[in-house]
């Protein structure tokens, strides 16, 4: 009796917590469709012309498109660079090491308000224009720890003797790295880019020290809180929601449907 009311509690709680949890998603998506005046505040009726009309309002199609600018240039060097380190570290022995894997916890580990100002300031003093440049250059720089600790755990796990193999068969140092490394660290290196881009994508607080006059997503929504967000910023946050999910099931039923050729195959 006592497990069957401990199994009830634990449903319950469960319940409760993924309400809470989506909530949020459920008002931002909902009021996607309000037909909102001045504010998107208070329900005043369904309309489709948020969804239709999406760019009516050409500021918030700018900080989006903005935003995935950012996003996938960030994503795309810090892997880049990001994977080098993580293979390097893992492969080879060199001075600082243990130094260089420290430093490369830090911007984890420090407050992002205290990176922004100090990247401000950094920008100030070399007289450094601050843009969507800059704002690029700061998100590669803090996305690259994320990266390197999520292809690093990857590459460790890695059997040496694949790549000794592909060398024993007259494969040159690309054609080892292309034809077997890549594949193999190819899991960790898609985390590691989705983590980034959602990082780099949501980010605020050091994207508003080095941005300048240059407008992101997160950015506008602060700003346009003041006088009220519009009914456009629930329409591009609902579709990055339903994209994400898009894509989850996609990776689901492609990994289901390559289990069942395995198991067919075998």
Not at 6 to 13: E, K, L, N, S
Not at 225 to 235: C, E
Request: proline share 4%.
């Amino acid at each position: 009796m006592t497990g069957r009311f401990r199994g009830w509690g634990v449903t319950i709680y469960s319940i409760v917590v993924f309400a809470i949890l989506l909530v949020p998603i459920g008002y931002t998506v909902l009021f996607s469709f309000n037909d909102a005046k001045r504010t998107n505040i208070i329900w005043r009726g369904f309309t489709l012309d948020n969804w239709t009309g999406i760019c009516d309002d050409a500021r918030v199609c700018g900080a989006f498109g903005a935003s995935i600018l950012v996003g996938v240039v960030a994503t795309v060097f810090a892997c880049a660079l990001g994977t080098a380190i993580a293979i390097a570290l893992v492969r080879f022995r060199f001075r600082f090491r243990n130094a260089l894997t420290i430093l490369l916890f830090l911007p984890m580990a420090t407050p992002e308000i205290v990176l922004g100002a100090g990247l401000s300031s950094q920008l100030v003093n070399l007289g450094i224009e601050k843009n969507l440049v800059t704002v690029i250059a700061a998100h590669v720089m803090f996305c690259i720890s994320f990266v390197v600790v999520t292809v690093r755990a990857r590459a460790a796990s890695l059997d040496p003797s694949l790549e000794e193999a592909g060398r024993d068969l007259y494969g040159s140092p690309a054609q080892v790295f292309w034809r077997v490394t890549f594949p193999l660290l190819l899991p960790g290196i898609v985390a590691a880019a989705l983590l980034s881009f959602a990082l780099s994508f949501d980010d605020f607080i050091i994207t508003n020290f080095v941005s300048g006059s240059a407008e992101t997503l997160p950015k506008y929504i602060y700003i346009a809180a003041a006088r009220g967000i519009p009914p456009q910023a629930n329409v591009f946050a609902s579709l990055i929601f339903f994209l994400a999910i898009a894509a989850v099931i996609a990776v689901e039923l492609a990994g289901a449907a390559r289990r069942k050729r395995l198991l067919r195959a075998g």
